[in-house]
């Protein structure tokens, strides 16, 4: 793959280059791709690192990623496209598709078992689930809590879980809920339940309607959920660190193999919520057609107006993201995307109304409308969904372009 760019009049990304040759150097990240782009022009692309630290071979343009939570902004376009096509309300109760959501629970503030629940005063909506407020949880991000042990228990997620979407919405439905429906925020399996909604609305599988939707007409031909042989020399090597607490203690230690881990054969589970693999140039489509207003190259995916609709605030009053150690009380969300609607002193200015999201390997996607400038920086290190060169590369994206 030749180089993305296509206008660097004006614009010195020297600064950021160094800084992300300075996290490789300093063993935090093993590679590092980054492309920064003014309205649909690409300004910049750097490539830094390594494919695989043992082999040393440097990082290539048509390197493949583990995607992981950026999957989720694909699938809540799908989901939209649905939406516009008039199959369902965001409002509509999601058991008229999906009964296993019905006759809910919801576990007391204080509640010291499963069975210790009242019942959910309204049901879970599309738009909940798109927002990240129906109540569900992950099972891995607050492993004490007593729904997360639940879930483990129940045997959802956690390592070589590979059940199909039904089965996992099956499982799902079986336990109460965190809180009742549109009254708080939480990362959770939602997006993953919104891709068995596409699943059932559309007849298809998720993986055949996103390559006929999204994937064949924007030509994300590396973009998938698993990585066949003939592509493997291209997937880049994960790593982790050290302490999954300290993002800056140097060491790397090899957790998946591009040949022999859970990426090199097709699995049941089609995860919309942290399935797919891509490569900087495909998901820079995606983020093109974004940034187009929902074209890219002639073709149209989603309406200007429906992504209008996603980049406004769902969230109840005085809600907002929010992460376990990691409150975020200035970024709010929408229908797939965050959007940080007060930034604090060390955001950018010009940062106000920035969306996108990120996934827990490295990657990371933003759209900034009020500098028109967006940005995406890959690596592959776990875990990274927070690591300070994703800061550095906005914070110096910003102010180079």
Known sequence: MTSLITDQIGHDFSELHQRMQWYVDEELIPCCATLVMHGTSVVDMGLFGYMDLESREPLRADAIYRMYSNTKLITSVAAMILHERGLFDLDDPIEMYLPEFSDMHVLRVDAESLEDTVPAENSITPRHLLSHTAGLSYGFLEPESLIDRGYVAGGIGGD???????????????????????????????????????????????????????????????????????????????????????????????????RTGEYSRPKKLQSGGGGLVST??????????????????????????????????????GVHVNFPDLPLPGTVFGLGFSLLKAPGPEDPPGSNDQYGWGGMAGTSSWIAPNTHLAGICFTQRMPASFHPYIDDFRRLAYASG
Request: hydrophobic share 40%.
């Open 160 to 258: 070589g879980y590979d059940e199909s979407l039904a089965d996992l919405c099956g499982r799902l439905g079986e336990f109460p809920l965190v809180f009742q429906p549109g009254t708080s925020w939480r990362y959770s399996f939602a997006t993953d339940v919104l891709a068995r909604l596409i699943e059932v609305l559309s007849g298809d599988r998720f993986d055949s309607f996103l390559d006929a939707n999204i994937l064949s007409a924007l030509e994300m031909v590396d973009t998938g959920f698993h990585v066949p042989p003939e592509k493997q020399d291209r997937f880049v090597t994960m790593y982790a660190g050290p302490d999954p607490m300290d993002y800056m203690k140097p060491g790397l230690s090899k957790v998946d193999d591009p």
């Open 280 to 317: 900087l140039q495909d998901y820079a489509a995606f983020i093109r057609m974004i940034v187009g207003g929902g074209q890219w190259h002639g073709r149209r995916i989603i309406a200007e107006e429906t992504l209008g609709l996603m980049r406004t605030n769902q969230l109840a009053e």
